[in-house]
């Protein structure tokens, strides 16, 4: 039987215990699963004569060709019910609500299936229990974006701290993370954070956080910010005649 789960970023990440409700067939209070009603048992299959299987006879330009197929009538039991259970109409399993516990694993992704053994619908004639599969829904996170066992993210830094450097905290999974961030750092850098991705399933290991940085611009300055941005710009000689343009300066693409 199929049920399905949903899980926050988080819970796929680390694990989590999840209690599922699942509608299974259970055994017959009724008749104790023989499908019979009390009182009453089973008797030798009057379609196929106890044997279990139907013989199919048909001609062929080899000859008479003899085929066997299961008794749908006792379902291959040889056995044929005399008189069916009222409560469950002779299955021997009747539909009931339970909880069934389910332990998620580190490390799972969204659509993967997890198999919980014997906790399924009831077997018949007292056969054993089927399994549980379990299909799994992880919530996309605000921040991190997966590609398997990785994280990529993008990190603002203001311009001065990208000039100038600095070391900035960062909310990773694991929680606070400090990193340092190097003078004349470019929009586009890549920095790798490594065992701060999500936890490889069902081995060792983790992946890696990727992060890639954009230096931000102020898109508008007061008059005194301003003043020190031109004088900035007068001192790196990046300004221009006025009313001539600005030089620009091209090169190859990287890659």
């Not at 008189?83 to 998620?104: L, M, Y």
């Not at 003078?183 to 060792?204: E, F, K, M, Q």
Request: include cysteine; charge should be negative; charged fraction near 30%.
């Amino acid at each position: 039987m199929l049920a399905s789960l949903t899980l926050s970023f988080e819970e796929a990440a680390f694990g989590v215990t999840k209690d599922v409700e699942v509608e299974a067939l259970v055994e017959c209070e009724r008749c104790d699963g023989s499908g019979c009603e009390p009182g009453t048992g089973l008797s030798r299959c009057r379609y196929c004569g106890g044997t279990g299987e139907v013989q199919d006879m048909r001609r062929s330009i080899f000859g008479t060709v003899m085929t066997a197929r299961t008794c749908m009538t006792c379902r291959g039991t040889g056995e044929e019910i005399e008189s069916r259970c009222e409560q469950c109409s002779g299955d021997g399993r009747t539909a009931k609500a339970r909880t069934v516990t389910v332990e998620i694993p580190p490390g799972v992704s969204d659509g993967l299936e997890l198999r919980v053994a014997d906790a399924g619908h009831a077997g018949r004639a007292g056969g054993p229990r089927g399994d549980l599969y379990v299909s799994l829904r992880v919530r996309s996170h605000p921040v991190f974006d997966r590609r398997g066992q990785d994280l990529f993210a993008v990190l603002e830094v203001p311009m001065t701290q990208a000039a100038l450097g600095a070391e900035v905290e960062i909310d990773t999974l694991d929680g606070p993370e400090r990193i340092r961030i190097e003078p004349g750092t470019r929009s586009g850098t890549a920095l790798r954070l490594r065992n701060l991705g999500l936890p490889n399933l069902g081995r060792r290991g983790r992946g890696d956080l990727f992060l890639t940085i954009d230096v931000a611009t102020p898109e508008s300055a007061g008059k005194e910010e301003r003043a020190l941005l031109e004088r900035l710009a007068e001192l790196r000689e990046e300004t221009s005649r006025k009313g001539e343009p600005a030089p620009g300066r091209l090169r190859r693409p990287e890659g």
